[in-house]
């Protein structure tokens, strides 16, 4: 397919992910439906993108004229069938096979046989995911991994599967270099290749924190200042999500066997706990909206 061909971006999922994936199609001028599980959630999406832009706007780094264009552009959803009209499709639901799988079955139904359809997922297998999808559909098909916040970081991995055609990867090259990013060709492996490095760091990282090596604070400070890393791995692990984290540990765990790839206990309580990070206000630091606060007692 063309990139010409792409008019309209259907984005499945409206949370920290799917919300930056939209921002950044509307503002590289696609029209883009956002499909949500229910109004609250669709409504906490669609505020968290309009206050990016408002944002922007108080700044002085983008126009009202052109935040009014983006906003025109943006249209939610809470119907499976108002994707019908995409050229493209990007899932962003949560990190679970099952429910991945259930929203592929779902998008099989109504969206036109040459539709792009890619999973923004972390860690699960590409394959195995578009395998629920009718055989005429596969070559459609391919990962398309944006790291977070979408909007501000310039990478995303296109994760071809044996079943991906050439022509589709080439039209995700495409849009990929639209909205502003460099693109870079990842294998289906779990974590292709940034997660493959990075979540065991994470880990060791809330491991070191669990025996008590040092505090939340001090073991941040140390990789940021003693490596230069733009945030500590305990803040980055919040940033992520720490449901997202144990989720994505556990796919690589059950892929890989390996230790390094276990989710510590300290995470699963927190995430039991309710504290997941930035998007739940308290994690391993205390959040309020996008501020980070002082860190967090365990
Ligand atoms: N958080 C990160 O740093 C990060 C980075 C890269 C990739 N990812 C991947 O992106 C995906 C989404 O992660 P996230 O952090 O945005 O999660 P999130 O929990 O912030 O958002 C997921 C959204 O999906 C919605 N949802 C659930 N079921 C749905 C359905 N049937 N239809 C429509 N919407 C539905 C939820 O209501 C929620 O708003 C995951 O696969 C994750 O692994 C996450």
């Given at each position: 397919m063309d990139i010409s061909a792409i008019n309209t971006v259907g984005i499945v999922g409206c949370g920290?992910?799917?919300?930056?994936?939209?921002?950044?199609?509307?503002?590289?001028?696609?029209?883009?439906?956002?499909?949500?599980l229910d109004q609250p959630a669709l409504d906490r999406g669609l505020v968290r993108i309009q206050a990016q832009w408002d944002?922007?706007?108080?700044?002085?780094?983008?126009?009202q004229q052109d935040a009014d264009i983006f906003s025109a552009k943006l249209q939610g959803t809470l119907q499976w069938s108002a994707l019908g009209d995409c050229e493209l499709v990007i899932e962003a639901v949560p990190e679970i096979l099952s429910l991945k799988l259930k929203t592929f079955a779902e998008l099989d139904r109504v969206l036109a046989p040459s539709t792009l359809l890619c999973s923004?997922?972390?860690?699960?297998?590409?394959?195995?995911?578009?395998?629920?999808?009718?055989?005429?559909?596969?070559?459609?098909?391919?990962?398309?991994?944006?790291?977070?916040?979408?909007?501000?970081?310039?990478?995303?991995?296109?994760?071809?599967?044996?079943?991906?055609?050439?022509?589709?990867?080439?039209?995700?090259?495409?849009?990929?270099?639209?909205?502003?990013?460099?693109?870079?060709?990842?294998?289906?492996?779990?974590?292709?290749i940034v997660n493959r490095l990075l979540v065991p760091?994470?880990?060791?990282a809330i491991r070191c924190r669990e025996q008590h090596l040092a505090s939340t604070a001090d073991i941040d400070s140390g990789l940021k200042l003693g490596c230069g890393h733009p945030m500590g791995p305990?803040?980055?692990?919040?940033?992520?999500?720490?449901?997202?984290?144990?989720?994505?540990?556990?796919?690589?765990?059950?892929?890989?066997?390996?230790?390094?790839?276990?989710?510590?206990?300290?995470?699963?309580?927190?995430?039991?706990?309710?504290?997941?990070?930035?998007?739940?206000?308290?994690?391993?630091?205390?959040?309020?909206?996008?501020?980070?606060?002082?860190?967090?007692s365990l």
């Amino acid at each position: 397919m063309d990139i010409s061909a792409i008019n309209t971006v259907g984005i499945v999922g409206c949370g920290l992910m799917g919300a930056g994936i939209a921002q950044i199609a509307a503002e590289a001028g696609f029209g883009v439906v956002v499909k949500e599980l229910d109004q609250p959630a669709l409504d906490r999406g669609l505020v968290r993108i309009q206050a990016q832009w408002d944002k922007a706007v108080l700044k002085g780094k983008r126009s009202q004229q052109d935040a009014d264009i983006f906003s025109a552009k943006l249209q939610g959803t809470l119907q499976w069938s108002a994707l019908g009209d995409c050229e493209l499709v990007i899932e962003a639901v949560p990190e679970i096979l099952s429910l991945k799988l259930k929203t592929f079955a779902e998008l099989d139904r109504v969206l036109a046989p040459s539709t792009l359809l890619c999973s923004n997922t972390s860690s699960i297998s590409i394959t195995e995911l578009m395998a629920v999808l009718g055989p005429d559909r596969q070559p459609f098909t391919a990962g398309l991994h944006f790291f977070n916040p979408v909007p501000a970081m310039p990478l995303v991995e296109i994760i071809r599967t044996v079943l991906s055609s050439s022509g589709t990867i080439e039209a995700l090259q495409d849009f990929v270099k639209r909205v502003g990013k460099t693109p870079v060709l990842a294998p289906d492996a779990p974590g292709f290749i940034v997660n493959r490095l990075l979540v065991p760091f994470l880990l060791d990282a809330i491991r070191c924190r669990e025996q008590h090596l040092a505090s939340t604070a001090d073991i941040d400070s140390g990789l940021k200042l003693g490596c230069g890393h733009p945030m500590g791995p305990l803040h980055l692990s919040d940033f992520i999500g720490l449901d997202t984290t144990v989720n994505v540990a556990d796919v690589m765990f059950e892929a890989f066997g390996e230790a390094r790839f276990k989710a510590p206990s300290l995470l699963k309580q927190l995430v039991a706990a309710g504290r997941l990070g930035r998007k739940s206000g308290s994690g391993f630091y205390r959040w309020e909206g996008e501020q980070r606060m002082e860190p967090a007692s365990l």
